[in-house]
């Protein structure tokens, strides 16, 4: 069955993303995540126009096709957003073809102009994560490579990142006895730990809000 793809890039939505992760960490192949944004879109749009805006997105995918070509896998998210599955790459091979993506985006001359003449320059932000070293499941690893992401925006953009190990905050008297009784419960039930079903729980509920932690 055909895959939906992205009218404007020719990507796969990632929509998908989820089953191929699900698909490689159940034939037990390393592979790496690559979690992109484009910087700064929004002002992009607002001074160059929305074309110039389309132009970027186009150009990403294009370099993205050129550095992870098959098997690796594109998809095109929600706004700003792409992410790269790469079967049978290693954790700094996909950090250097990463790194060589965010230079051409970067140096990429697209011919746009604002209306005072400034010419369009575009940047992207990247992280990695990968399998096995970032976790054993799907949730684990997709995580990981949106806090790499997160972290490489913070610390100013047109940057990449990669997984780190996460430090937890043990678990306080914020948790009633019985909400820890009913996780505890929870986590025997569907075999998975507790810190990753708060992590879960959280993740929930900064979508439910809209909130943009990127």
């Known amino acids: 069955m055909e895959k939906p793809t992205d009218a ?7 929509t998908e993303l989820n089953p191929g992760v699900e698909g490689l960490i159940a034939q037990n192949t390393e592979f ?6 484009i910087d700064n879109l929004t002002a992009i749009n607002n001074d160059f126009g929305h074309d110039a805006g389309d132009a970027v997105f186009r150009l990403v995918a294009k370099h993205i096709g050129a550095l992870f ?21 290693s954790k700094e091979e996909a950090f250097l073809k990463a790194e060589r993506l965010r230079k ?22 990247l992280g990695v994560s990968s399998y096995p070293e970032d976790g054993s499941r799907p949730a684990d ?30 678990k306080t ?3 009633t006895q019985a909400q820890l009784e009913g996780l505890s419960q929870v986590s025997e039930q569907v075999s998975v730990g507790e810190a990753a079903l708060l992590r879960e729980a959280l993740d929930d509920l900064i979508r439910k809000y809209d ?4």
């Open 104 to 125: 051409l985006v970067n140096e990429e001359k697209l011919g746009c102009n604002a209306p005072d003449g400034r010419a369009l320059t575009q940047a992207v932000s």
């Open 32 to 37: 790496a995540l690559v979690a992109l944004d």
């Open 69 to 89: 070509p098959s098997p690796c896998v594109a998809y095109r998210g929600t706004r700003d957003h792409f992410s790269v599955l790469a079967p049978g790459i």
């Open 8 to 14: 404007l890039t020719g990507l796969i939505l990632d």
């Open 173 to 175: 008297s914020h948790y």
């Open 141 to 170: 690893v997709l995580r990981k490579a949106e806090g790499a992401l997160i972290r490489a925006k913070k610390n100013g953009r047109n940057a990449v990142c990669l997984a780190r190990e996460e430090k937890l905050v043990p």
């Open 211 to 214: 909130i943009d932690i990127r």
